[in-house]
């Protein structure tokens, strides 16, 4: 009789212990308050930053109504007839306001963002007026208001314009500088040390040995990490050996505000892993009921936190998006927007498990009749990383979802809606 008990493993339908996707990310914001401590930084230098103040409006934008369009302003209680004709008194050009008066019967000629004398109340196009030296003839009666643009419709005086806590794009900086502010307070940069373990992991540049790979790991982490906008801190390739494992984890405990691996994780590797992390501080290892990415290791290695991701590329790619993200967003003061999802039908056949939620990589596409749909790349192995590349979408399937027919529903996440 064999004494042979089998280890859990990624092929086993379901877990006890395992957790869902929620409850991991809720685990981890529990942990976590935000860095204190900003700078104050020229509003170009903001950009993809994220606000340590409310911007509060010191001024009415625009500062006072002007002309949306070249054209005549007039006052439009005078037009009693059609046609009518007004006499042209004067010109406003944008910064050149008309500095007199516009009386009953009157008008201006006036370009696109010159001031509205305050006698007027309507622009009419300049496309529409028959003009006579002097005197221009309109047709038909504009509605009241037509083409003016007032003072404080944009934003107004005092108006909280962007909450702290937002990340930055580029209409913000248009938004900020409109107002006439140089410099805003942002939160500081976070430190972030990576490295990647495995006896197998080569660097670009060595040459491979049979059955050697290269390290990927490092630089589609550090493509992710770039978009969030923190610094970054390289450690290379780690063996799998306790001393050099022990070393990169308390120089990068002392270096960074967050530690990131890849590899080394799983039932195989766990151990040695495992007992550093005991070691050096606190970190649970979870087994998390997704696909692909089923083992992390969270905790906190002396004031860092600590990210122990799968080493397979897909599985660290979705591990980072769907846990990594939300925490550094999380740490740099970020108020958390939900990612975009949209739903869309997929023309291919989805195969899949009940047990685990699942990232599948997807290509959202117009057909021919202009309806966006959504295929998939294909093989869906946690190690096939141009599938992340071919890719657009994640396409989302719940844990219950047992495979579905062609022409489904699906629910997708946007690769643009995960910055
Ligand atoms: P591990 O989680 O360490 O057992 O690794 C799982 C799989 O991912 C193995 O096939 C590894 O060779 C591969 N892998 C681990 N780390 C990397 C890396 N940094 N770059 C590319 N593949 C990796
Ligand atoms: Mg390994």
Redesign the pocket.
């Known amino acids: 009789m064999s004494d042979f008990i089998p280890q859990p493993s990624c092929a086993d339908p379901e877990d006890k212990n395992r957790l869902n996707i929620a409850a991991a990310r809720q685990r981890i914001a529990d942990l976590i308050t935000p860095l204190a401590g900003w700078q104050r930084c020229p509003i170009r230098d903001a950009l993809d930053r994220v606000l340590a103040e409310d911007i509060i409006s010191p001024l009415n934008v625009p500062a006072h109504n002007n002309s949306a369009m070249d054209g005549y302003a007039i006052q439009s209680s005078d037009i009693t007839a059609e046609p009518f004709s007004l006499k042209q008194v004067g010109i406003a050009f944008a910064g050149q306001p008309f500095q007199g008066e516009v009386d009953s019967g009157e008008c201006i000629r006036i370009m696109t963002g010159a001031v509205v004398p305050k006698q007027c109340d309507t622009i009419i196009m300049q496309e529409q007026v028959e003009v006579n030296d002097d005197n221009i003839t309109i047709h038909s009666q504009p509605p009241k208001g037509e083409h003016v643009r007032y003072i404080g419709e944009d934003l107004k005086q005092g108006e909280i314009v962007l909450s702290s806590g937002r990340r930055i794009v580029p209409s913000d900086l248009g938004l900020i500088a409109s107002l006439g502010i140089a410099e805003v307070n942002v939160s500081r940069r976070l430190r972030v040390a990576f490295f990647?373990?495995?006896d197998?992991?080569k660097s670009i540049g060595e040459s491979l040995q049979a059955g050697q790979?290269?390290?990927?790991?490092?630089y589609t982490l550090f493509g992710m990490l770039k978009r969030l906008d923190v610094d970054v801190l390289d450690m290379g390739?780690i063996p799998?050996q306790k001393a050099p494992l022990r070393q990169a984890l308390l120089d990068a405990s002392q270096q960074a505000d967050v530690i990131i691996t890849?590899?080394?994780?799983?039932v195989?590797?766990a151990d040695y892993v495992k007992e550093m992390l005991a070691e050096l501080g606190q970190v649970d290892f979870w087994k998390i009921a997704m696909r692909p990415g089923r083992?992390l290791a969270f905790g906190q290695i002396d004031n860092a936190l600590f990210f122990g991701l799968?080493?397979?590329?897909v599985?660290?790619m979705v591990t980072f998006y769907q846990f990594v993200t939300p925490a550094l967003r999380q740490l740099m003061g970020e108020a958390q927007p939900e990612a975009t999802t949209i739903q869309v039908t997929c023309t291919d056949t989805i195969r899949k498990r009940p047990g685990r939620f699942e990232y599948q990589r997807g290509i959202l596409y117009i057909d021919q009749n202009g309806q966006t749909k959504v295929k998939t790349t294909g093989g869906q192995g946690?190690?096939i990383?141009s599938s992340m590349s071919n890719a657009n979408c994640f396409i989302l399937l719940d844990e219950q979802c047992d495979g579905l027919p062609a022409n489904s529903q699906v629910n997708v996440q946007p690769f643009s809606g995960l910055i």
């Open positions: 990647s373990t495995g197998e992991l790979i290269y390290d990927s790991n490092r390739v799998d890849s590899g080394g994780v799983s195989g590797d083992p799968p080493g397979n590329p599985s660290v946690s190690g990383l």
